[in-house]
């Protein structure tokens, strides 16, 4: 998942009694979006890639843990001397840890422990909040505003990896049975819109808090092109299905077509034809396909061959980002904030839709640094700029996104074989 990192420098952090009850909301909804689960369901892991829920809400206190109360809170003690190695992730600096494929045999410690965990945590937050002067604020504001934005990234992920475990499960349980139903709809044409180019500047200039990767701000020459105005949907997805896209391989890189044979792709991820017809698992279980939805849950290889198929491309993570500044704020879309939980099909209006929430739309750009990008001093810095390599980036958010997570410069990244993030496609062209 996208990078943890510093605040910009020239970041405006929020006024402490803002930062402490937003920071106190998101630690509070993490636990919420495990309340449809049982207690069975919090130590699944269907597949390396994939975290059990009980390790996620364990995880996002070690962070708080390690990186602000162990440092900053006085005669501070660990709730367990055991947890540092159980739930650090990846971060070498700080020590040892369990391996990340392995995080689905514990079973101990308990869901309960973990809860007690996290209230520990809490309290101590809380604590250290309330010893800090102004200089302490403006000192540690950084570090709660990274500590908060962590935890949203892993709410997400929670979400998508629950769809996961659940899909691996031939009874096909849903997470929620009262999410709401889309009703069946016929997408609306797809417009494409001329887009000038030019030196545009991209990446993020403040105010506010940003990964490091989204920095410096710096400019880049794009050329005229055009950009689809909605995303790719399940109707469109579903003629390449059909046209024998995953049998065609002049369609796909040749990485992307030893994957399909390798895996016996043939539909993508979630999608299951029966009887009646095609359907997809969702989080609220098995549902027909509707052709108006955004297609999702597709790797970069996919989204790749589609392009190809449709005669377009997919678009630079810079075209991307020049198109989504002349369109209003992030917070529109349609997140995680809508408690839907899936994408939904695009609204009946003029210019660019589904350009925030609904699916992450993979880029044909490689995730590499900016200009003079520099990671982050210490253990902070270690999640970011060490995964410059063998991945792709990604714009937009998608429906399990918070929206205050999300801004316009926002990167995300993954293998270009990833299914499980709710990924989807624009398309692009060339003016």
């Avoid at 602000?68 to 367990?80: G, K, S, V």
């Avoid at 101590?124 to 200089?135: N, Q, S």
């Avoid at 892993?154 to 979400?159: N, V």
């Avoid at 994957?259 to 792709?265: I, K």
Wanted: proline share 8%.
């Amino acid at each position: 998942m996208a990078s943890i990192a510093h605040a910009s420098a020239f970041a405006a952090h929020p006024e402490p009694a803002e930062l402490a009850d937003r920071l106190l909301a998101v630690r509070r909804l993490t636990p919420s979006l495990c309340a449809p689960l049982a207690v069975e369901d919090m130590v699944i892991q269907s597949m390396p890639d994939v975290s059990p829920p009980k390790w996620h809400l364990a995880h996002t206190s070690w962070f708080f843990e390690t990186f602000l109360l162990a440092p900053n809170l006085p005669a501070y003690r660990p709730f367990h001397p055991r947890f540092g190695y159980l739930f650090n992730s990846y971060y070498n600096q700080v020590g040892p840890f369990h391996a990340r494929a392995r995080r689905g045999l514990l079973a101990r410690p308990t869901t309960d422990e973990v809860l007690a965990y996290r209230a520990h945590v809490d309290r101590h937050l809380t604590a250290l909040l309330d010893t800090l002067d102004p200089a302490g604020w403006a000192r540690l504001a950084p570090l709660l505003e990274l500590g908060l934005n962590h935890e949203q990234q892993h709410q997400e992920l929670l979400l998508m990896d629950v769809k996961h475990n659940f899909h691996a499960n031939p009874l096909r349980p849903a997470y929620r049975e009262d999410l709401p139903q889309i009703a069946a709809d016929t997408a609306g044409a797809v417009n494409f819109l001329s887009c000038d180019g030019g030196m545009v500047e991209v990446g993020h200039d403040g105010p506010g808090f940003a990964f490091d990767n989204e920095t410096p701000r710096h400019r880049v020459f794009l050329q005229p092109y055009r950009l689809a105005d909605r995303l790719v949907t399940c109707g469109e997805y579903l003629d390449f299905v059909t046209a024998g896209g995953y049998q065609t391989p002049e369609l796909w890189l040749s990485d992307g077509w030893a994957t399909v044979q390798a895996r016996g792709w043939t539909a993508p991820l979630y999608w299951e034809q029966g009887e009646d017809g095609w359907q997809v698992f969702t989080l609220g279980g098995l549902s027909a396909l509707d052709p108006a939805t955004p297609v999702s849950h597709l790797s970069f290889y996919e989204a790749d061959a589609y392009a190809r198929f449709a005669g377009r491309r997919l678009p630079t993570e810079f075209e991307w980002e020049a198109a989504a500044r002349t369109i209003a704020a992030p917070a529109g879309g349609n997140f995680l904030d809508q408690d839907r939980l899936e994408p939904q099909p695009a609204a009946a209006r003029a210019g660019f839709k589904q350009m925030f929430g609904d699916v992450w739309e993979w880029t044909a750009s490689a995730y590499l640094p900016y200009p003079r990008y520099r990671p982050a001093a210490g253990a902070v810095g270690e999640y970011n700029g060490k995964f410059m390599s063998g991945q792709m980036v990604l714009r937009g958010g998608c429906c399990l996104t918070p929206a205050d997570h999300l801004r316009v410069t926002y990167r995300n990244f993954f293998p270009p074989d990833a299914r499980w993030a709710c990924a989807g496609l624009r398309l692009a062209d060339d003016l």
